[in-house]
């Protein structure tokens, strides 16, 4: 009789991890190696065959800066925790000296300030972001290099056993953490690695071949040159960060737009949508390119260009609930022009909630009704056509003049 053998499939993926990847690629553009890696490891702890007595895994992001390393850590906790700020967070560029190692595991018997100085590492900080499906922690070392030499001699305990031991001589497991550890080193080696026709400065100029390749060696030999071996033998994966080209920005300046189109929603003045030309996305594009400075340069271009004049209209009562807001490139002008195009977009149907929609339109900046009904009739009508409402609230004006008169 013939054994019967099936064949398995060592590369599927269970559905929450797809979700993970699917809901991770869509926020961070352009670093695939670095969501495969976070990927792979989110699987393990799911499967549960994670190392005991060691952390879920040890991650350190190189690249240059704005090309999103920490952005990929907080996207990991808003997908996973729901919360961007879920993450255990250390500013390394605290803790230039040894001394202040203290502020980070609080100070020791005997030492001015114990019992004082709150550890910020402790095991509840670590638990918040547990639930009853997921008991995952996040923990950074955001620009590992400007930390101290004495930083670093602390993680080679945490990176290899997971244990901390904080001044009070308390333990702090960290067996259900992933540890994450950024650094911009070799980012200026990289930069001028992309120069002379290889980025998207100059778009018609393609990369040359191997270039991705000569950026990761850069990196990684900046990272060996500045840790030690027994510091980077404990590292579960090096991912190198690559410049965003220009076809990537592109991607970014959707997901930002996207970003601030869902503040104005939150808003609570008014609610309206707004949309970008390919006229004033290229402008976008442009003022936003600077290779030194990758994504987080753009995302000021839009800050500038596009949120400040929203500000402006919202706060001067020249957009209101429910406008369409259309954003285009004046050429001859040089400068982006704001038009309103649609009113409307976000208010029901009139014959459905006729009283909601006046309300929202008469209150839309939290001021009394009693203010000048003309002024509320007169946008009533150009915003929301409601024929049968229009000589009830004129009478009602006219009755309010006459006693004003009386």
């Not at 808003?78 to 879920?86: H, M, N, Q």
């Not at 778009?203 to 510091?231: N, Q, Y």
Request: with cysteine; net charge negative.
């Amino acid at each position: 009789m013939d054994e019967y053998v099936l064949s398995l499939d060592p590369s599927k993926r269970s559905a929450d991890t797809i979700d993970f990847q699917t809901a991770l690629g869509a926020k961070i553009v352009g670093q695939k190696e670095g969501v495969q890696a976070l990927v792979e490891l989110y699987q393990v702890f799911r499967a549960g065959l994670n190392s005991p007595g060691r952390p879920v895994g040890n991650l350190l992001f190189l690249g240059p800066t704005g090309s999103g390393k920490t952005r990929m850590v907080e996207a990991a906790a808003e997908i996973l925790f729901g919360d961007p700020r879920a993450v255990v967070k250390v500013d390394c560029a605290e803790f230039q000296h040894s001394h202040e190692i203290a502020k980070l595991i609080g100070s020791p018997p005997g030492y001015l300030g114990h019992r004082e100085t709150h550890p910020l590492i402790t095991q509840e900080s670590l638990s918040a972001s547990h639930t009853d499906k997921l008991k995952l922690s996040f923990l950074l070392f955001d620009e590992i290099e400007k930390a101290s030499d004495a930083l670093w001699q602390l993680l080679l305990g945490i990176l290899d056993k997971a244990t901390l031991t904080l001044g009070d001589n308390r333990k702090v497991d960290l067996s259900q953490t992933i540890i994450f550890l950024t650094s911009n080193l070799g980012s200026g080696e990289i930069t001028d690695l992309m120069e002379g026709g290889m980025g998207f400065i100059q778009p018609k100029d393609k990369p040359a071949a191997g270039l991705d390749e000569k950026v990761e060696r850069t990196a990684v030999e900046a990272a060996r040159r500045k840790f030690s071996p027994e510091f980077m033998n404990r590292l579960d994966k090096v991912v190198v960060f690559h410049p965003l080209r220009r076809e990537q920005l592109q991607e970014v300046l959707d997901i930002e737009l996207g970003q601030v189109q869902k503040r104005v929603l939150d808003t609570a003045n008014g609610q309206f949508l707004f949309r970008v030309t390919a006229a004033g996305r290229e402008f976008l594009l442009q003022e936003g390119t600077d290779q030194r400075y990758g994504a987080r340069h753009l995302k000021r271009a839009i800050e500038r260009n596009v949120v400040y004049p929203l500000a402006n209209l919202l706060a001067t009562d020249q957009v209101s609930l429910g406008d369409l807001v259309c954003i285009d490139w004046d050429r001859s002008h040089n400068r982006l022009t704001f038009a309103r195009e649609g009113e409307g977009a976000l208010i029901a149907s009139p014959t459905a909630q006729p009283g909601g929609i006046a309300a929202s339109a008469e209150a839309k900046d939290g001021k009394s009704i009693d203010a000048p009904a003309e002024v509320v009739q007169e946008e009533r009508k150009t915003r929301v056509a409601q024929p049968t409402a229009a000589p009830a609230a004129t009478s009602q004006a006219r009755k309010k003049q006459d006693r004003s008169n009386n």
